[in-house]
C-alpha cells in the first residue's frame, strides 16, 4: 500500500499562475480589483527593523515656547543670593531694634527656614567651587 503525503496543487515542481485559477471563477470575482501584495526588499523591511525606534531616546526634547527667556545660571544664582542676604539682613534688623511679629511662633518658623536656606546656599557654594577646581585639573 503507497500513501501520497502531498496535496494536489501544493507541490513544488507544479506551479499554477494565480490568474488562470481566477478566471473561471464567479461573475462576482471579475468584478472585483484584486491588489497585488505589496514587494518588499527583505525581512527587516517588512518588519520595519530598518527604521528608527520610537522611544524617549530618539525623539528629542520638546521645542522652547517662545515666551520663554533663555537666563544663565550664574545670574539666576547671583540673584537667589542677594535675594537670601536680604531676608537674612532684615531678619536680624528686626530683632536687633526689638520689633516683635504678631506670632512668636511664626518668627522661630522663619529664623528656622532662613538658617536651612543659609545652610544650601553654603553647600551649593561647596560644590560649585568643587566642580570647577576638577574642571580645572
Do not use: C, H
Amino acid at each position: 500500500m503507497r500513501v501520497n503525503y502531498t496535496l494536489p496543487g501544493f507541490l513544488p515542481a507544479e506551479s499554477i499562475p494565480a490568474e488562470s485559477a481566477r478566471a473561471g471563477d464567479s461573475p462576482f470575482r471579475a468584478r472585483l480589483q484584486i491588489a497585488a501584495a505589496p514587494a518588499y526588499a527583505d525581512w527587516k523591511t517588512l518588519l520595519r527593523l530598518d527604521r528608527p525606534p520610537v522611544n524617549a531616546f530618539a525623539v528629542g526634547p520638546p521645542p522652547r515656547p517662545p515666551s520663554l527667556e533663555m537666563q544663565d545660571a550664574p545670574a539666576r544664582r547671583l540673584m537667589w543670593r542677594q535675594m537670601l542676604d536680604r531676608q537674612v539682613a532684615a531678619l536680624d534688623e528686626a530683632a536687633s531694634t526689638g520689633a516683635v511679629s504678631a506670632n512668636l511662633g511664626d518668627r522661630r518658623a522663619i529664623e528656622r527656614m532662613l538658617t536651612l536656606l543659609v545652610r544650601v546656599r553654603d553647600v551649593e557654594g561647596d560644590v560649585a567651587s568643587r566642580y570647577l577646581a576638577e574642571a580645572e585639573g
